[in-house]
DNA sequence: CCAGACGTTGTT
DNA sequence: GTCTGG
DNA sequence: CCAGACGTTGTT
DNA sequence: GTCTGG
């Protein structure tokens, strides 16, 4: 994306991942045009309640904007995305990179193409589950951290340099979102966690699951797009194979 | 010392 | 509020 | 992305 | 050769 994903699966299926229940006064709706931009609600699994789903604003607001979020992150879509290689040296993340990391429980995310002929298409990316097809998607577990005001979860999601695979998808700037494997969420998210850990779950904390990816509308990335219905993910014709 | 940023990568 | 850049 | 640095510290 | 700064 990293500014785009899909939240498809009902609540209380991600309950794997938050046993007792969810937090926050938001209901998270499913969605295949999930936009950064327009700050959505999204679920997390947050340090500070790890058995929770809670409910989150995608864009982090620093303790500087606290006055008034919303102001800031209308004035301000720069908190959407944290780079994990810089996340300690920056003013607006490194006091929540120790205090509020999580996960974002998303099932796919859109990343762009570039084609030799300066042609671009978004791609759909996600992890089929046995059925191996589309219509049937793993939850990602996607590295974020958060700041809270006035109780309310403010995330940025985590990029980290692209695999041999979204390297190929995401050709231009080469990142990634940090999808954790599975087994690595625990460790993300335990709160006295080192910082040296902290920076080999960025490094290579990536999950071993094979994800897939394949051209879809070009349309998902019109300023006034809002549909966000499975159509969304319909495969299109790549302009060429890709891989 | 003060001013200005504070962030990252989408565009149809 | 705090750091960076000039 | 490309250009430019890449380093440290004496004295008056 | 690689990193930093613009």
């Known amino acids: ?3 785009k ?3 498809s699966k009902e609540e209380r299926k991600l309950m794997g991942y938050g046993n007792k229940g969810k937090k926050g006064i938001r209901t998270i709706q499913p969605s295949y045009n999930v936009n950064a931009f ?3 609600a999204i679920p997390i699994v947050a340090q500070d309640s790890p058995d929770y789903i809670t409910t989150a604003t995608w864009g982090l ?4 904007g606290k006055r008034d979020p919303e102001k800031f992150l209308k004035d301000s879509k720069y908190t959407l995305n944290a780079r994990g290689e810089d996340f300690w040296e920056t003013k607006s993340y490194k006091p929540y990179v120790q ?11 859109y990343e762009p193409h570039t084609f030799s002929s300066n042609k671009k298409q978004p791609f759909y990316c996600y992890v089929p589950n046995d059925a191996g097809d589309y219509n049937s998607r793993s939850i990602l ?3 974020g951290i958060y700041s809270i005001m006035d109780d309310e979860y403010y995330v ?9 695979f979204f390297a190929k998808v995401h050709n231009v700037k080469k990142r990634m979102p940090l999808v954790l494997d599975d087994k690595l969420v625990e460790e993300w998210i335990k709160p006295e966690q080192s910082k040296s850990v902290i920076d080999d779950l ?9 994800f897939h990816a394949h051209a879809v509308s070009n349309d998902i990335y019109k300023r006034d797009f809002v549909r966000d219905g499975k159509d969304v993910i319909d495969p299109v014709q790549p302009i060429q194979n890709i891989f």
């Not at 205090?99 to 995310?109: H, M, P, Q, S, W």
């Not at 490094?203 to 071993?208: A, E, I, L, P």
Request: proline fraction near 7%; charged fraction near 20%.
């Open 1 to 3: 994306m990293c500014y």
């Open 5 to 7: 994903g899909s939240i």
């Open 38 to 40: 327009s700050n959505p």
């Open 61 to 64: 607001v620093p303790f500087w």
């Open 99 to 109: 205090e509020g990391r999580c996960v974002i429980l998303f099932d796919g995310f």
């Open 141 to 143: 577990p996607i590295a």
């Open 156 to 164: 940025s999601l985590v990029t980290t340099e692209a695999n041999d």
């Open 202 to 210: 960025v490094r290579k904390g990536f999950t071993s699951k094979e």
